[in-house]
Structure formats: C-alpha cells, structure tokens
C-alpha cells in the first residue's frame, strides 16, 4: 500500500474512534484481526492483553465507548511504510489528565490485520 492509502486509513480509524462509530470502526479490521493494548491487560489479565477477533473488538470498544463518554484522540503524528502505519495521538478524557499513546496498525488488503498500542 501507499503511504497515502495507509494515512488514510488511520484517518478513517480517529474519525470512527472519535465519534464513536463502532460500525464504521470495526469495517476498517479483517474478521480475524489482533489487537494488544495495556489497558486491556489491565482491564482483564486473562487475556494477556491481546484479543482476537471482530467480536473481541467490539465487546472491548463497546465497553470503552460506554465507560467513557468523553473518550476522544487527537492525531499527533502519523508515520507509515509498506503495510504499517505508526500513530501517535493524546488519549482525551474529561477529567482525566492527557495520555500520549503510540499505535501500530498493520495492513493487508485494505484491511486492519493487528494492532499494537503503547504508552506509559
């Protein structure tokens, strides 16, 4: 993929992200995709925090969603090459002091295949 088409994408991933469109959301991710985050290990040790799946994703965004109104991100950068694109962005929440956050989407055929979030 292009550079263009990945940012795109990534584009597409804050915009659905931020007005909560679980819909819009998860049709950027294949059925099968993987998404690790720290939260989620947090959240629910069992997974080690990696879960798979569409379904998966949606319980898990879902729950995010519901937990947190206000949950907004703010892009910062976005660096892609080949079939990665690495987003840094701020982690909004209302009351909630900022959180820099660095994503990792890998692509494949148009689609989101896995995820990768770090922070501190």
Do not use: C
Request: glycine share 4%.
């Amino acid at each position: 993929m292009t550079n263009n088409e990945l940012n795109r994408i990534a584009l597409d991933w804050f915009d659905a992200f931020n007005q909560h469109d679980l819909g819009k959301l998860l049709n950027l991710y294949h059925n099968d995709a993987q998404h690790y985050s720290p939260k989620l290990k947090l959240q629910y040790p069992e997974t080690l925090g990696l879960i798979k799946g569409k379904e998966a994703l949606r319980n898990w965004w879902q729950e995010a969603f519901e937990r947190l109104p206000s949950l907004q991100y703010k892009v910062l950068h976005l660096i892609s090459h080949e079939d990665r694109v690495f987003m840094e962005y701020l982690r909004q929440v209302e009351n909630e002091e900022d959180l820099r956050v660095g994503e990792t989407l890998e692509v494949n055929d148009g689609l989101i295949i896995a995820s990768r979030v770090y922070h501190s």
